[in-house]
C-alpha cells in the first residue's frame, strides 16, 4: 500500500505565493513520476507540472509545465521522487482548484498511479 500526504493550499490574493507539498510512503520500489494536476469549478482534472524519469538517470528527471503556469510555478522533487514541492507564485484567479499530488509508483508487483487527498487552492481579493 502506497499513501500520498499533502499540505500547503489555502486563501490568498491574486499575486500572492503559496507552496504545495507531497510525500509518499509505503512499498514503494520506486517513484517513476511525480506531480500536481488541479481541477477548477466544472472543469476536468489537468496536469499542472511532473517531474518524470528521463535520460541520463542522473538528471533527476525531466520537468513538464501547462503552458498556463510556466515561469510562475516551480516543481521541485527530493529524496528519489519521494517528495514533491510546488512553489506557485503571482497567483491568479484562474489558479483556483483543488490541487492534487499524483505519483507512479513501481512496487514489487507492478506499476500504479496513486493520489493524495487534495487540497483548495483559492486565489481571490
Known amino acids: 500500500q502506497v499513501q500520498l500526504l499533502q499540505s500547503g493550499g489555502g486563501l490568498v490574493q491574486p499575486g500572492g505565493s503559496l507552496t504545495l507539498s507531497c510525500a509518499a510512503s509505503g512499498n514503494i520500489f520506486s517513484v517513476n513520476a511525480v506531480g500536481w494536476y488541479r481541477q477548477g469549478p466544472g472543469k476536468q482534472r489537468q496536469l499542472v507540472a511532473n517531474?518524470?524519469?528521463?535520460?541520463?538517470?542522473?538528471?533527476?528527471?525531466?520537468?513538464y509545465y501547462a503552458d498556463s503556469v510556466k515561469a510562475r510555478f516551480t516543481i521541485s522533487s527530493r529524496n528519489a521522487k519521494n517528495t514533491v514541492s510546488l512553489q506557485m507564485n503571482n497567483l491568479k484567479p484562474e489558479d483556483t482548484a483543488v490541487y492534487y499530488c499524483?505519483?507512479?509508483?513501481?512496487?514489487?508487483?507492478?506499476?500504479?498511479?496513486?493520489w493524495g487527498q487534495g487540497t483548495q487552492v483559492t486565489v481571490s481579493s
Open positions: 517531474v518524470t524519469n528521463c535520460a541520463p538517470i542522473t538528471s533527476g528527471g525531466c520537468t
Open positions: 499524483h505519483a507512479l509508483v513501481a512496487t514489487m508487483t507492478g506499476e500504479y498511479d496513486f
